[in-house]
């Protein structure tokens, strides 16, 4: 195994390392340092918690310390991209250890907090800059900002740039600094945009790769869960229980329900805080300090803290939700697990999320070890077979046991809503569809048909006449058309008009109609 003195860095630079009790490289510092001390363009694909921050942070502050002068006002030499500010922030406070008690200036430039400090610091010039594209952008756009003198050009975590949209950015970025520079990228997966990227910005890159993309780290201990969705809060309390004084994040799809996590973990006992986009810079800077110092034991986050934030001390990592981009998954378990330490993560799935399941271990080439439940591959329905509550009644919703349909996702119709559409053949009654209490129509089709395939049963024949949608209250969003709106089948019956007396329907008046239950309008009075 090399150490840091074998690698080229300067005397001083290893003994800080050493102050920090680190005196062995990581397999990526391990290969990518000497190239990049060397001047050459490094591309370097490993996971995260492998080091990478050192990696590039370490050659740069080497090569910038032999400059002797200070910088020109308004100047930057190096200029590092991150995707977040907590990644940002993370990297900043890596190089200002390294260079601490010198006169090495490192600055940084994020959103989320006033711009005018940040202004005025890089007025006086500063050796490197760590920033968000959108912020940089801003201070470009101010003309506060003088690239001539920028030798060196980093981009962190460059996938998740890429996620984010901010491919535009770094083009505008890119298209103001010399020529003539290094340029190293690190990134934890490798998609196709990648290559692109490596060839507009990078000039015969040395290619570093310690591990395959979308690897997830060998230290990890991974586990999944089958469990419905309701229950998922109830297991989590369960586990956390179990290892009440170490640390944990748990990741969240949601701001809305990570913030809502956090206060149930609360209730029950736990020193819980959270991180997501709700929240302002500052406060998910306290947030993260207090989860540093273990003032709280739990993080509950959102992907905005996939990446970036290196606690050493975290034992386990729940995934609440599983992410819909199978790339933050290897992003989120990566905060455990770090510098060489051992770590668990731990994953709930629903019988909603099997589809990202089954593109996370494609994506990982992993199969993930199943800690309890039965896997959903073959199930159809969402929530297993049980009695319905709601009885034969059409219309009121109940438990979804056999013939009952599925609710439609959150983000698509709301938490509360579940979507049925009935179709009325011609000639009798509208049939039952199979997501309502009673028998399942005749044709013994049990598939869902249409566009709401994955989201609600949808039943048809032939020759549709008329559709409603069903609300979970058991009323109709609307009435079909041609009909009063009357009786519970909306068939009149005697012939009688269906409604209140006196012509005056439920919905908007449709006429008389033979055979329907019109009547006429109320005739104007004559005075």
């Known amino acids: 195994m090399a150490h840091f003195d074998e690698l080229g860095l300067p005397k001083r630079l290893v003994d800080r390392l050493a102050e920090k009790g680190l005196t062995e490289p990581t397999p990526i510092q391990n290969r990518a340092i000497p190239h990049a001390l060397n001047g050459q363009d490094v591309m370097g694909l490993a996971q ?58 490192v600055g940084i430039v994020v959103g989320g907090v006033a711009i005018n400090p940040q202004i005025k610091r890089v007025e006086r010039g500063t050796d490197v800059i760590i920033a968000t594209p959108g912020r940089l952008i801003d201070l470009m756009e101010r003309n506060a900002l003088d690239f001539e003198d920028t030798d060196f050009l980093v981009l962190d975590e460059a996938d998740q740039m890429l996620d984010l949209g901010f491919i535009h950015a770094l083009r505008r970025i890119a298209d103001v600094l010399p020529f003539e520079r290094q340029t190293m990228l690190f990134s934890a997966t490798m ?69 809502r996590l956090k206060k149930s973990l609360e209730a029950s006992g736990f020193t819980a805080t959270s991180v997501h986009g709700n929240k302002s810079q500052g406060q998910r800077e306290r947030a993260i300090k207090e989860f540093r110092e273990g003032h709280a034991m739990v993080l509950v986050a959102t992907d905005v803290a996939a990446r970036g934030l290196d606690i050493p001390h975290v034992r386990h990592v729940y995934n609440y939700d599983l992410p819909n981009v ?9 905060r455990t697990a770090r510098a060489g330490m051992d770590g668990k993560a731990v994953a709930f799935c629903a019988p909603d999320e099997i589809d990202q399941l089954k593109d996370i271990q494609k994506t990982m080439k992993f199969t993930i070890p199943v800690a309890s439940g039965r896997p959903w591959m073959g199930l159809e329905e969402q929530g297993g077979k049980g009695k319905s509550k709601g009885g034969p009644r059409r219309g009121k919703p109940g438990g ?65 006449k008329s559709k409603r949608v069903w609300k979970s209250d058991g009323k109709p969003s609307g009435k079909p058309k041609g009909h009063s709106g009357g009786g519970r089948d909306d068939k009149p019956r005697g012939g009688k008009p269906q409604g209140k007396p006196g012509g005056k329907f439920r919905g908007k008046p449709s006429g008389k109609r033979s055979g329907q239950g019109g009547s006429e309008p109320p005739r104007r009075r004559s005075r």
Do not use: C, W
Not at 326 to 334: E, K, Q, S, T
């Open 48 to 105: 995260t918690g492998t080091g990478k921050t050192l990696a590039f942070g370490l050659p740069l502050i080497a090569k910038l310390s032999d400059y002797g002068t200070k910088p020109a006002p308004k100047t930057l030499r190096a200029l590092v991209l991150a995707p977040t500010r907590e990644l940002a922030n993370q990297i900043a406070a890596s190089l200002k250890e390294m260079v601490e008690g010198t006169p090495f200036k």
């Open 191 to 259: 998609p196709k945009q990648m290559n692109e990227i490596a060839q507009t910005y990078l000039k015969n890159p040395i290619r570093i790769q310690v591990s395959p993309p979308g690897k997830a780290a060998d230290k990890i201990d991974q586990s999944i869960h089958f469990i419905a969705k309701a229950e998922k809060t109830n297991l989590l309390k369960e586990l956390l229980a179990d290892h009440m004084g170490e640390a944990s994040i748990v990741f969240s799809r949601t701001k809305h329900g990570a913030e």
């Open 326 to 334: 199978p790339d933050n998954y290897v992003h989120r378990i990566g």
């Open 400 to 464: 979804r046991g056999r013939g009952q349909g599925r609710s439609a996702p959150d983000s698509d119709f709301g938490p509360d809503l579940d979507v049925t559409v009935f179709d009325k053949p011609s000639g009798g009654k509208p049939r039952r569809g199979k997501g309502q209490g009673g028998k399942p129509n005749r044709s013994g089709d049990s598939k869902p048909q249409g566009r709401f395939s994955d989201d609600a049963r949808v039943e048809s024949s032939d020759k549709p």
